[in-house]
């Protein structure tokens, strides 16, 4: 089915994003990179360690894509092998994941809803499970709580009171799911917090699966989770992505412009951020009039939203991927013939995944501080 120089672009393209994931590892977890020197300096016997976290993460991605891939082959649609795409940042000083993930592109023409339906939904479902023994096998095996003090030695002093403002704080937010297993299966007295989750590899591994687990299941347009909406509301769908849309995009942009703000720079954030939600619904079924009103409508919301709470901030991480599912992706879903939904089965598949999707979802997933 494949030409023997997909296989080895292909194969060549996932052993560089190992090795890209690796090197990211051992930045996040043992603060040591390869282009260090001493003790910072990423050893072999470190890089050997950070496999702990980029083999069960591209093992996550890797069992995400093959399952789109074996389902479209199921149903003879053609499709390519997983591209995994490296993306090593440390080079430029910037943290990185050590890749942008992995893809698989259609070339055949996907002719009905339950074949987007299967084709969607065995991608996240194929690695939530993966994700999830991942977890479970980091909760139930994490070190004792002095590990800590082979990375930050400093934790040990008893005089140590932080690093103080010159140094950025990074934390994951939690979600429930995360949240749910950790309360469950860890010894309190060796859970880690969120911001020291980044020094576990396995619990690192799997909080980022979850993640993009839940990113690709947002009831969006083309996405693995608009698939599914595809198939569950085969006559509501476009208006179901689009009002997901439209609250995803609100979330994301809360604070952007609040009456707290001085004047001079809510002159200048204000007409950017209009241009902004406008670039964002330009791909959508909305006429020109009902696309301006919505973005009117949505940025005196959150205006007045912020005037009476001021303290309520939404996710301004997520603007960028709004702006890739609005103007790039697309949040309109391909149509085809018949307008009848899937079979029982199936729509208890969808469902299920829906309520991943709500597990998984971090509001804030990366803040600083």
Known sequence: MYKPKE??????????????????????????????????????????????????????????????????????????????????????????LGTFGAVIQ???????????????????????????????YGFVTLPPATYLYEIHPEYADPNFQG???????????????FWGLGELLADPGRLPAMSELIHYPYLFAGYLALFFTALNLLPIGQLDGGHV???LFPK??????????????????????????????????IPLYLGFLYLCLSKSDLSQLNRVTLVLLLAASQYLISFFQPNWEGYQGWLFFAFLLGRVMGIRHPEVTGSISVDTKRKVLGWLALLIFVLCF????????
């Open 106 to 136: 259609m070339k055949g023409r996907v002719n009905s809803r339950k074949k987007y339906f299967d084709i969607g939904i065995a991608g996240p479902l194929a690695g939530f499970v993966l994700a999830l023994g991942v977890l479970v």
């Open 7 to 96: 296989y080895l672009i292909h194969g060549v393209l996932f052993l560089l994003t190992l090795v890209t994931t690796t090197l990211a590892g051992g930045e996040w977890i043992y603060g040591k990179s390869i282009l260090a020197s001493g003790e910072a300096a990423l050893t072999w016997p470190f890089f050997v360690r950070s496999l702990e976290f980029s083999i069960p993460f591209i093992g996550i991605l890797l069992v995400h894509e093959l399952g789109h891939l074996f389902t479209s082959i199921y149903h003879k649609v053609r499709c390519s092998l997983p591209y995994f795409i490296p993306a090593w940042l440390g080079f430029l000083g910037s943290p990185s």
């Open 229 to 231: 909406l595809f198939g």
């Open 362 to 369: 971090s509001p804030q997933p990366f803040q600083t501080n």
């Open 236 to 269: 509501r769908h476009a208006l179901i992505s689009l009002l997901a849309f439209v609250a995803f995009l609100s979330y994301a942009g809360m604070g952007v412009i609040r009456p707290s703000l001085p004047l001079e720079e809510l002159v200048i954030r």
């Open 163 to 177: 690093y103080g403002e010159e140094v950025m704080e990074f934390e994951l937010g939690n979600n429930l799911l």
